[in-house]
């Protein structure tokens, strides 16, 4: 269970943010990298520093943004500095911010094809030569690798995309607007992925759930589709009071995910008490 700090926060509320998180023992504070608003690597980092147990990720990286040698530099210095509260996944990245820098692809899954297990690898403490569509190393090797594993995670929506972070990556990233229905199939069409690769083992899961507490809840949420502009199934939320959130979550790990992580409004007025009420609902579910 956690809790996500939007990039529609200004930055200077993120430090007690996260404290107030690891006060109420929320156990994940994860962060998004949208253009044009905080860095991911930054906040993360900064996050960390100003908590002692709190895992803190970013979901998602955008892979055309960044080349895979600095965030595989970045991510083991990060996970050396903090060992083991470190997550992240890694993604297409929205097409037209990608194209407002000129980082836009042709191919993003030739691109996530390439770059995750390159990711993986040099992060594995491996020398690594590709030279691939995207990707361009020549014999690079992290002096500092992480001293633990870290799991590469990679965000998708689209049934291509999914069986393919099921290929190459240690676990998938859905955005909000996932039905519990919905995230059966994704899960489904991730474990073909890995079977096609002959892949075993543990594979994550995690979905962001948008999430408003209280007897208003189901109105405002109305207006926060509204604003994401969703339509139709992705019209997908958890409102109300705490029960009917929990069995949302519940719904949600039945269906196939390892970890949900609640999504406030985006001009969430209150995050304090937001933060109380993901608290409450992580207790619930231990309970």
């Given at each position: 269970?956690?809790?996500?700090?939007?990039?529609?926060?200004?930055?200077?509320?993120?430090?007690?943010?996260?404290?107030?998180?690891?006060?109420?023992?929320?156990?994940?504070?994860?962060?998004?990298?949208?253009?044009?608003?905080?860095?991911?690597?930054?906040?993360?980092?900064?996050?960390?520093?100003?908590?002692?147990?709190?895992?803190?990720?970013?979901?998602?990286?955008?892979?055309?943004?960044?080349?895979?040698?600095?965030?595989?530099?970045?991510?083991?210095?990060?996970?050396?500095?903090?060992?083991?509260?470190?997550?992240?996944?890694?993604?297409?990245?929205?097409?037209?911010?990608?194209?407002?820098?000129?980082?836009?692809?042709?191919?993003?899954?030739?691109?996530?094809?390439?770059?995750?297990?390159?990711?993986?690898?040099?992060?594995?403490?491996?020398?690594?030569?590709?030279?691939?569509?995207?990707?361009?190393?020549?014999?690079?090797?992290?002096?500092?690798?992480?001293?633990?594993?870290?799991p590469v995670l990679a965000a998708g929506e689209g049934p291509k995309t999914l069986a393919l972070t099921g290929a190459v990556a240690d676990g998938t990233v859905l955005p909000a607007g996932w039905s519990p229905s919905a995230v059966r199939?994704?899960?489904?069409?991730?474990?073909?992925?890995?079977?096609?690769?002959?892949?075993?083992?543990?594979?994550?899961?995690v979905v962001f759930l948008m999430t408003a507490f209280g007897p208003d809840g189901a109105a405002q949420m109305e207006e926060e589709f509204d604003r994401w502009g969703f339509s139709g199934g992705s019209r997908f939320a958890a409102t109300?009071?705490?029960?009917?959130?929990?069995?949302?979550?519940?719904?949600?790990?039945?269906?196939?995910?390892?970890?949900?992580?609640?999504?406030?409004?985006?001009?969430?007025?209150?995050?304090?008490?937001?933060?109380?009420?993901?608290?409450?609902?992580?207790?619930?579910?231990?309970?």
């Amino acid at each position: 269970m956690g809790m996500i700090f939007q990039p529609s926060f200004a930055p200077e509320r993120l430090l007690p943010a996260a404290e107030r998180a690891e006060q109420a023992g929320v156990e994940e504070l994860w962060l998004w990298e949208d253009c044009f608003k905080e860095s991911g690597i930054a906040a993360m980092t900064a996050a960390l520093a100003s908590t002692e147990r709190l895992r803190v990720g970013v979901g998602i990286l955008p892979m055309p943004l960044r080349d895979v040698a600095l965030t595989a530099m970045e991510l083991a210095t990060i996970e050396r500095l903090f060992p083991g509260r470190a997550r992240f996944g890694v993604g297409h990245g929205v097409l037209d911010w990608m194209e407002q820098v000129g980082r836009r692809v042709a191919s993003p899954l030739a691109l996530m094809r390439e770059y995750v297990p390159a990711l993986r690898r040099l992060l594995d403490g491996e020398e690594v030569t590709l030279d691939g569509r995207y990707v361009h190393l020549d014999r690079v090797r992290l002096d500092w690798p992480p001293q633990q594993r870290l799991p590469v995670l990679a965000a998708g929506e689209g049934p291509k995309t999914l069986a393919l972070t099921g290929a190459v990556a240690d676990g998938t990233v859905l955005p909000a607007g996932w039905s519990p229905s919905a995230v059966r199939g994704a899960v489904e069409r991730i474990r073909e992925g890995r079977a096609e690769a002959g892949r075993a083992g543990e594979h994550e899961v995690v979905v962001f759930l948008m999430t408003a507490f209280g007897p208003d809840g189901a109105a405002q949420m109305e207006e926060e589709f509204d604003r994401w502009g969703f339509s139709g199934g992705s019209r997908f939320a958890a409102t109300g009071e705490d029960e009917a959130i929990e069995a949302v979550v519940r719904d949600l790990v039945d269906a196939g995910a390892t970890t949900v992580l609640l999504q406030s409004l985006s001009a969430e007025a209150d995050l304090d008490a937001y933060t109380d009420g993901v608290a409450r609902i992580q207790q619930r579910l231990r309970g």
